[in-house]
C-alpha cells in the first residue's frame, strides 16, 4: 500500500473540500489511489462541500456568548433561511461563538481551533455540517470585548432563541454596578441596533470622513449663493447635525426620545469603550436570478 504523506493529504481536500482527517481515511482506505479516494469520500457525502463552495451565504445567524466580563460574538453564514432553524445549525454557532471567548477575533484561528467533543478542528465540523445539512456555510466574522470592570453586555435583535438572532451587538460599559451596568448596555445595544452609529464618540470619527462632509457642506451653502461667514457657520451648524447621526454618545436616546446617550451614560457613572454590531449578510453580495433569462440561455434564444 502507498504511503499517505501530508501533500496527499492536502491535495485530496483541496479537491474535495473535505476535512483533513476525512481525507486521510479515504486515502488509507483506497491505498493512496487519489480517485479511489475522491470516490470513498463522495460515497460518503464527504465531497459535496467542495461543489458547494462557490455558492452565495448571505443568510444564518448572528450569535453571542458570555463568560465572566467578557462577550463574544460570531456570524455563520449559510444559503437560505430555513438553515437558520436547523438544530444542528444554530448548536455549531453556538459553540463557535463560546470558542471564541477564548480564542479571540481572528477567524482563521477560530477555524483552526479543536471543535468540543471531537478529535477535529472547526473548520472540519463546518465541512461535515455543510455535507449533512447540503448548504455552503462559512463563520465570517468574530468580535470579542472585555472590560475590568462594568459589564460586556450584549443584544440581540429577532432572537430565534436566547443569543441567537439576526442583528447582533456587543458593548463595552466600564463602571461600577456590574448588574445595573448589565441591563443599560443591554438597552445601549438596542439603541446601537436601531441607530447604526459609526463611532463612540466624535473624537473617534474619521478625520477623512469629517473632512469630506465639511467640503459637501461648503459646496452646498455656495450654491445656495451664501456669503463665506455665513458659510462657515453653516458648516459647522452641519458638522453637529452629522455628528448627532453618526456618534453614539451624541445620539438621542431612543428610549425616550429627548435625552442624547452621553447623558445616560453619565447619569450611571459609566463609559462606553467599545461596541460592535453585527447584521447578517450585511455587505454581501446576493446573487439575483432571472428565471426567463435562465431558460431562455438553456434553449439558446
Given at each position: 500500500m502507498a504511503e499517505v504523506t501530508g501533500t496527499m493529504v492536502k491535495d485530496l481536500r483541496d479537491k474535495t473540500g473535505a476535512g483533513m482527517m476525512d481525507?486521510?481515511?479515504?486515502?488509507?482506505?483506497?491505498?493512496?489511489?487519489?480517485?479511489?479516494?475522491?470516490?470513498?469520500?463522495?460515497?460518503?457525502g464527504l465531497a459535496a462541500a467542495a461543489k458547494k463552495s462557490g455558492r452565495v451565504a448571505a443568510e444564518g445567524l448572528?450569535?453571542?456568548?458570555?463568560?465572566?466580563?467578557?462577550?463574544?460574538?460570531?456570524?455563520?453564514?449559510?444559503?437560505?433561511?430555513?438553515?437558520?432553524?436547523n438544530d444542528a445549525f444554530q448548536a455549531f454557532v453556538?459553540?463557535?461563538?463560546?470558542?471564541?471567548?477564548?480564542?479571540?477575533?481572528?477567524?482563521?484561528?477560530?477555524?483552526?481551533?479543536?471543535?468540543?467533543?471531537t478529535s477535529h478542528s472547526v473548520a472540519e465540523e463546518l465541512t461535515h455540517l455543510i455535507a449533512t445539512v447540503g448548504e455552503n456555510m462559512t463563520i465570517r466574522r468574530v468580535a470579542v470585548i472585555e472590560v475590568s470592570r462594568g459589564a460586556a453586555a450584549s443584544y440581540v435583535h429577532g432572537a430565534l432563541k436566547p443569543g441567537l438572532g439576526k442583528i447582533g451587538v456587543l458593548v463595552a460599559l466600564e463602571g461600577d454596578a456590574e448588574a445595573a451596568l448589565a441591563a443599560l448596555g443591554r438597552q445601549i445595544g438596542m439603541?446601537?441596533?436601531?441607530?447604526?452609529?459609526?463611532?463612540?464618540?466624535?473624537?473617534?470619527?474619521?478625520?477623512?470622513?469629517?473632512?469630506?462632509?465639511?467640503?459637501?457642506?461648503?459646496?452646498?451653502?455656495?450654491?445656495?449663493?451664501?456669503?463665506?461667514?455665513?458659510?462657515?457657520?453653516?458648516v459647522?451648524?452641519?458638522?453637529?447635525?452629522?455628528?448627532?447621526?453618526?456618534?453614539?454618545?451624541?445620539?438621542?436616546w431612543v428610549h425616550d426620545g429627548e435625552s442624547k446617550v452621553q447623558k445616560i451614560v453619565h447619569n450611571a457613572g459609566a463609559e462606553v469603550t467599545r461596541f460592535v454590531r453585527f447584521t447578517l449578510g450585511e455587505g454581501i453580495e446576493k446573487e439575483t436570478t432571472d428565471f426567463a433569462a435562465e431558460v431562455a440561455a438553456a434553449a439558446g434564444v
Open positions: 481525507c486521510k481515511k479515504a486515502l488509507v482506505e483506497a491505498g493512496g489511489d487519489m480517485e479511489a479516494a475522491v470516490d470513498w469520500l463522495r460515497k460518503k448572528v450569535g453571542v456568548a458570555h463568560e465572566g466580563n467578557k462577550a463574544a460574538m460570531v456570524e455563520v453564514n449559510a444559503e437560505t433561511d430555513f438553515v437558520a432553524r453556538e459553540t463557535v461563538a463560546t470558542l471564541a471567548l477564548s480564542v479571540g477575533e481572528d477567524v482563521e484561528a477560530l477555524k483552526a481551533a479543536a471543535y468540543p467533543g439603541h446601537i441596533a436601531a441607530t447604526r452609529p459609526d463611532a463612540i464618540s466624535a473624537a473617534d470619527v474619521d478625520p477623512a470622513a469629517v473632512a469630506r462632509e465639511r467640503a459637501i457642506f461648503a459646496d452646498q451653502a455656495r450654491a445656495e449663493g451664501k456669503p463665506d461667514a455665513i458659510i462657515e457657520k453653516m459647522e451648524g452641519r458638522v453637529r447635525k452629522y455628528f448627532a447621526d453618526v456618534v453614539l454618545l451624541e445620539q438621542v
